[in-house]
């Protein structure tokens, strides 16, 4: 099925956003306004239990606010904190196979799957069985999941929560290379509670207290 959304620019908005899950009185999100509307490397940083999740929920729709409005305007693929509870199947090719939702020959088939793979530097990985595969380099297969499905936007709720250094590294420099591109970039929205990440973002809002900041510059936050 071919997408008729995937040359678009996503759009997230939301207006005045409150929310609060059912059985807690207080607000855990707090009219919250913010908008995402060009393609780019965007970055929402929080300690733990201050909501992040929550707020991709919103954006997904998974749940709805309380009051406001959202609006989402994206093709959007999900990255989560543990890939093994999202990788499907024995091995690099056939994990891309099932996310391809479009009706093309097994020689294009071929071809996007080592564009992916190259795209996530995941190069020569098709027949890779999972299992042996580091937690990074299976972070970067489910990114390459979202883009060969030919999602335009990008939500990574603390991707690098399990991983080393240097995995970490190499994830935060994929989703950058893929937010820089200059012919055809993604939309990227990173959840992440480590502040050491900022730096790779074009732009970082803090949820702090149920609010969430403006957009800012990631050099205007302190390494805490
Ligand atoms: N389904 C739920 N029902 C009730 N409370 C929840 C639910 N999910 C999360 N919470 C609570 O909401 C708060 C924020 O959770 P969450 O959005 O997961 O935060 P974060 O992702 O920043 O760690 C926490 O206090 C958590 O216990
Ligand atoms: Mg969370």
């Known amino acids: 099925m071919i997408?008729?959304?995937?040359?678009e620019i996503p759009h997230i908005q939301f207006k005045d956003?409150?929310?609060s899950y059912p059985e807690k009185k207080d607000n855990l999100i707090f009219k919250c306004n913010f908008s995402i509307d060009k393609p780019g490397f965007?970055?929402?940083?929080?300690k733990n239990g201050s909501g992040k999740s929550t707020l991709l929920k919103l954006i997904n729709g998974i749940i709805k606010p309380k009051n406001g409005i959202v609006k989402c305007k994206a093709n959007i693929g999900m990255v989560f904190q543990n890939p093994d509870h999202q990788i499907l199947m024995p091995n690099c090719r056939s994990e891309l196979l099932i996310n391809i939702n479009q009706d093309i020959s097994d020689y294009?088939?071929?071809?996007?799957?080592?564009?992916?793979?190259?795209?996530?530097?995941?190069?020569?990985?098709?027949k890779r069985p999972v299992h042996t595969l580091s937690g990074g380099q299976k972070q970067r297969l489910t990114i390459a999941s979202a883009l060969i499905s030919n999602k335009n936007f990008i939500l990574l709720d603390e991707p690098t929560a399990f991983l080393d250094q240097n995995s970490q590294l190499k994830v935060?420099?994929?989703?950058?290379?893929?937010?820089?591109?200059?012919k055809k970039p993604v939309s990227a929205l990173w959840i992440t509670h480590r502040y050491e990440e900022l730096t790779?973002?074009?732009?970082?809002?803090?949820?702090?207290?149920?609010?969430?900041s403006n957009w800012q510059e990631p050099s205007k936050f302190q390494y805490k």
Not at 3 to 7: F, Q
């Open 172 to 182: 935060l420099k994929t989703i950058k290379n893929l937010t820089s591109d200059y």
């Open 42 to 46: 965007w970055m929402i940083v929080g």
């Open 17 to 19: 956003v409150y929310f």
């Open 200 to 212: 790779y973002a074009d732009a970082v809002a803090e949820l702090k207290n149920g609010f969430l």
């Open 3 to 7: 997408n008729s959304n995937e040359n």
């Open 108 to 126: 294009e088939i071929t071809k996007k799957i080592e564009c992916v793979l190259d795209q996530v530097g995941l190069n020569g990985f098709e």
